[in-house]
């Protein structure tokens, strides 16, 4: 064997050995996750004159899905926040009673579904353990209006933590539907973890004069 021909034998093992490495991490599994048939999702960022939340930033996900099949359960926004040292902690995400709502259906009859938010520091326990991130978490909480496979809906919550960039983020998107969970991309800004952030309410005001 010449020296090119063993340089190349060399170098073909050794990109064999890096897949096989890849094929066992977590994100090579969240890659063999299906995508959703389709998925378009924004979410945007404002400072909150809502009640019970006023000086939080409130995070708006506006969009639409195309699961395919079996409909959607509930939806997952996955956050960076894996190395974040507060990320467990319960101030640092809030809910309104109806944290989202989507078109519907009862029997025949169009509807309007009312979702229970929450959020989940150590990753949602209904989903593939390759997709487990601090999420913050959408449930269907009206039995008698029913999500539909093709659909589109908002979702809110609230947060001290200001928002990052304009971003797209890949795969930050999970829908639930029967048994199987679906990806898709997420386009705008989400939160980003800063424990210096006040976490009490009467702290939270000043957020309004730094953001603008």
């Known amino acids: 064997m010449n020296r090119r021909l063993a ?8 990109c064999l050995g890096t897949l096989v490495l890849l094929a066992g991490t977590p994100n090579a599994a969240r890659a063999q996750t299906p995508d959703c048939a389709l998925i378009n ?5 404002s400072v909150s004159n809502d009640p019970g939340f006023e000086g939080l930033y409130k995070y708006t996900v506006v969009g639409s899905w195309d699961v395919g099949e079996r409909a959607l359960s509930h939806l997952d926004i996955f ?9 467990c902690d319960n101030r640092i ?4 009673a109806v944290a989202g ?11 309007t579904v009312n979702y229970l938010g929450s959020y989940v520091c150590k990753g949602d326990p209904s989903i593939p353990d390759a997709l487990k991130a601090p999420t913050v978490k959408f449930d269907d909480n009206d039995g008698a209006c029913q999500p539909l496979t093709v659909g589109s809906g908002s979702w809110v919550f609230y ?11 890949p795969d930050a998107v999970a829908i639930k539907h029967g048994l199987q969970t679906c990806l898709g991309d997420l386009k705008g800004v989400l939160p980003i973890c800063d424990c210096a952030v ?3 309410p009467s702290t939270w005001g000043h957020i309004k004069s730094s953001y603008r």
Not at 79 to 87: I, V
Not at 159 to 169: I, N, Q, R, T
Request: some cysteine; overall charge positive; charged content about 5%.
């Open 101 to 111: 709502t989507s078109n519907g259906v009862n029997g025949a009859t169009s509807c």
């Open 93 to 96: 995400f809030k809910f309104p």
């Open 7 to 14: 340089h190349l034998v060399s170098a073909a093992g050794f």
């Open 198 to 200: 006040p976490a009490l």
């Open 41 to 45: 999702m924004t979410v945007t960022a």
């Open 79 to 87: 956050l960076a926040f894996q190395e974040c040292a507060c990320k």
């Open 159 to 169: 947060s001290p933590f200001p928002p990052g960039p304009f971003s797209v983020y």
